[in-house]
């Protein structure tokens, strides 16, 4: 196994759920419980250095349970490597820690996730829409919105 | 009744109506608001250029304050939280005014079709030219210039005019 | 009787700065390139709070791409950043490759190479350009529009569209490069676009408006630059020599050699004499690659990925029903998640893309490459003046179809 997940599953042995390295990207599935810690050390550990943070999005695996998964992708400059980290979140709690304080970059990609799925990121300094406008009702990118849903205008009846 | 004219450098004089003055110094003068939110922008941007001169039919002066323009040219996708900002914008503009929407986007929505795309500006404002392409050539935004100075000189109604919501 | 009223020290003037000014700029103005908005907190002219907004060309790429096929999302990519479609094309189709686990042509990766250094340049030009423009040089603008249309007329002849390309395909392309097409590239790359860069550089690199302009303008460290997530030209103007076409080589960039250019200071200047020197350094790219650009097919041989010829479908029933197949019901990707990043114009594009097997994917996710620049930009701008935000602004190279997907 890559040298990332063995640390790893050497440190945090209780919260990573499962690994694998299905083509050629090495992804860790952990608990949301601890995800600060994790993310604090994969940023500070000297073997790891992950000072990147490329990528943080939702998915909503509709049918399953728990429902929301939420999938941070890391990089390193130094040791050139690549990490993703998943964590699973319940339809009825979807909540998890803000990275914002291990990456300010994050931020962001934050607000997108709670825009576009709800997921709540629990101590963000800003949690509002990003992407649609303020009025906006609903969580677009959920399986249940349906994709030609009509919003109100100002202007003649459709 | 107008007088013979002979091309040997002598003066003349045409008899014309003051609507076919008026309207030969609008056509020829236009000033477009280049309202471009999208890929279709960039052609915009190349039928001003070098190559696809706008500058030959007199509507190359591109304003951005909706106050001194009279064409509003939307190129590009209107979404639900632009198109109240559109409206107004169109609203500030002054009569007469003409509007071309350019490209699939902003004539039906193209092929967005979801929660976050208005299906067309025509929803909201009234439009006089369209102009079909995703994006349209340099080319089908001159033709739409043209045709709008042909609405200027035939006096034909705007689109304005007809629209029933005031 | 009228009090005296002391002169020096004459309390009745109204104190001027009460109260910071705020100011809302765009979402339509000229000088933001595309839909963006800033609210801004103003002390005279110094900006002491910026907030961004955008979301104004949100046209719901991730929603309509869960309900297309594979090959119908490739439209909607060149729809993302639309000043260098080919690149998001590629970057595309290189991560369902990485999922479907199959190896393109030598042809196919040289000629993938070849546009996607024709896409960085000319979406170099449109930055520094527009950039310009704002800054009231607008003579740079019209000299970039000369080489950007016969790059254009190459690209026509490539694939029929000017802007909106969707010339990759999962396993190869729409279709090989025209006959002759490589001497006409070769004549442009060797032409036009080094004697405008040359014009552009004579009228800008030593021009002291210029200097004054944009030296100091919107400076950033380094560690700075990699706390917020900056990657691409911006990042390497702070001094960080991060290039995916070095660091993490994909397709065949290992067997170039080129140069990747490093600021110093990250402010616009530095940015602009970056996106001038890549400029260059994929002239010499697209040289080595027509030298070395192999012959043979430019798709894989894989009846799963690619649609069968013309001719087949006619006389052939098993032809007829792939063909019929792959249009109805898309490529069959087997089920997975992979995240492919390629070095983009503006920084890392990655395409984080789940599948759960089937004609079309679960889940895909663009990772804008302008998406933490923009977040970066109160952090660039705070305590400078109005008129180096719209400096800044312009050389950082927001897209707004890529920001707002």
């Not at chain 1, 695996?61 to 941070?72: D, N, W």
């Not at chain 2, 013979?4 to 109506?17: C, E, I, M, N």
């Not at chain 3, 690619?306 to 109805?328: D, R, S």
């Not at chain 3, 977040?375 to 701008?381: A, M, S």
């Amino acid at each position: 196994m890559s040298i990332v997940l063995d640390r790893l599953l050497e440190r945090f042995p209780a919260d990573v759920v499962s690994t694998h390295s299905n083509f050629g990207d090495d992804t860790a599935l952990v608990r949301r419980e601890r995800i600060v810690e994790i993310l604090s050390f994969l940023r500070d550990d000297p073997e790891l250095l992950f000072d990147f943070a490329m990528d943080l999005t939702g998915v909503d695996y509709l049918g399953e349970e728990p429902r929301f998964e939420v999938v941070y992708h890391l990089y390193s400059l130094e040791k050139k490597r690549r990490v993703r980290i998943k964590a699973r979140l319940h339809e009825d709690d979807p909540v998890i820690d803000t990275a914002v304080s291990v990456w300010p970059g994050i931020d962001w990609y934050e607000r997108e996730a709670w825009d576009m799925y709800g997921i709540v990121f629990r101590g963000h300094p800003n949690l509002k829409r990003i992407l649609l406008y303020e009025a906006f009702e609903g969580h677009p990118l959920r399986k249940d919105y349906p994709k030609a849903k009509r919003q109100p205008t100002i202007g003649p009846e459709e | 009744m107008a007088v013979k004219r002979v091309k040997d450098g002598a003066s003349g004089y045409a008899l014309t109506t003051l609507e076919s003055l008026v309207a030969w110094g609008r056509k020829y003068s236009l000033y477009p608001f280049t309202f471009a939110t999208a890929c279709c922008g960039i052609e915009v941007m190349g039928a001003f250029g070098t190559h696809y001169d706008m500058a030959r039919f007199g509507a190359e002066v591109v304003r951005f304050s909706p106050r001194q323009a009279d064409v509003l040219l939307v190129a590009g996708t209107i979404n639900y939280k632009m198109a109240p900002v559109m409206k107004r914008i169109y609203d500030q503009m002054l009569d007469p005014k003409w509007v071309i929407s350019m490209g699939a986007c902003a004539c039906s929505g193209g092929f967005y079709n979801n929660y976050t795309v208005l299906q067309g500006i025509d929803k909201i404002i009234p439009v006089d030219v369209y102009i079909p392409g995703c994006p349209p050539n340099p080319e089908g935004i001159i033709d739409a210039v043209v045709r709008i100075q042909k609405i200027i000189e035939t006096g034909a109604p705007r689109a304005a005019e007809r629209w029933p919501i005031k | 009787m009228a009090e005296p009223v002391d002169i020096v020290t004459n309390d009745r003037t109204p104190d001027l700065q009460a109260e910071p000014m705020l100011i809302n700029i765009g979402p339509s103005h000229p000088a933001t390139h595309a839909t963006l908005r800033f609210q801004a907190k103003l002390d005279g002219e110094t900006i002491l709070d910026l907030v961004p907004e955008f979301g104004y060309l949100h046209r719901g790429f991730e929603k309509e791409s869960e309900a297309a096929t594979w090959t119908q999302v490739v439209p909607y990519t060149d729809r993302l950043n639309y000043v260098s479609p080919l690149m998001n094309n590629v970057g595309y189709a290189m991560a369902v490759e990485k999922l479907c686990g199959i190896e393109i042509t030598e042809r196919c990766k040289y000629v993938r190479v070849i546009i996607s250094e024709l896409s960085r340049i000319i979406d170099h030009m449109v930055c520094i350009g527009t950039n310009m423009v704002d800054l009231g040089a607008l003579t740079n603008f019209w000299y970039f529009w000369k080489p950007r249309e016969e790059v254009y007329f190459l690209i026509e002849a490539l694939c029929g569209q000017r802007l909106t390309t969707s010339y990759t395909r999962i396993g190869g392309a729409m279709a090989d490069l025209p006959e002759g097409w490589t001497d006409r590239l070769l004549a442009v790359c060797r032409g036009v676009i080094p004697e405008c860069i040359a014009d552009v550089n004579a009228l800008l690199t030593k021009n002291r408006i210029f200097i004054e302009r944009t030296m100091g303008a919107g400076p950033i460290t380094a560690k700075d630059a990699i706390a917020l997530g900056f990657t691409g030209p911006c990042l390497r103007a702070a001094g960080v020599p991060l290039d995916l076409r070095k660091d993490e080589p994909y397709l065949v960039y290992d067997r170039f050699d080129f140069d990747v250019p490093v600021g110093e200071a990250g402010d616009t200047c530095d940015r602009y004499m970056v996106r001038m020197e890549e400029m260059r350094q994929s002239l010499r790219i697209i040289e080595q690659a027509v030298a070395q650009l192999p012959g043979g097919p430019i798709d894989i041989d894989d009846p799963r990925f690619i649609l069968p010829g013309k001719a087949q479908v006619y006389e052939n029933i098993e032809a007829l029903m792939n063909h019929f197949k792959f249009i109805m019901e898309g490529v069959q990707v087997p089920a997975g998640e992979v995240y492919s990043a390629t070095e983009a114009a503006n920084g890392e594009l990655g395409f984080y893309i789940v599948s759960r097997g089937g004609g079309g994917p679960y889940k895909i996710k663009v990772r804008p490459p302008c998406f933490p620049l923009f977040q970066g930009i109160p952090h660039l701008v705070k305590g400078q003046m109005l008129a180096d935000l719209i400096a800044v602004l312009g050389s950082v190279n927001i897209v707004a179809g890529e920001l707002d997907r």
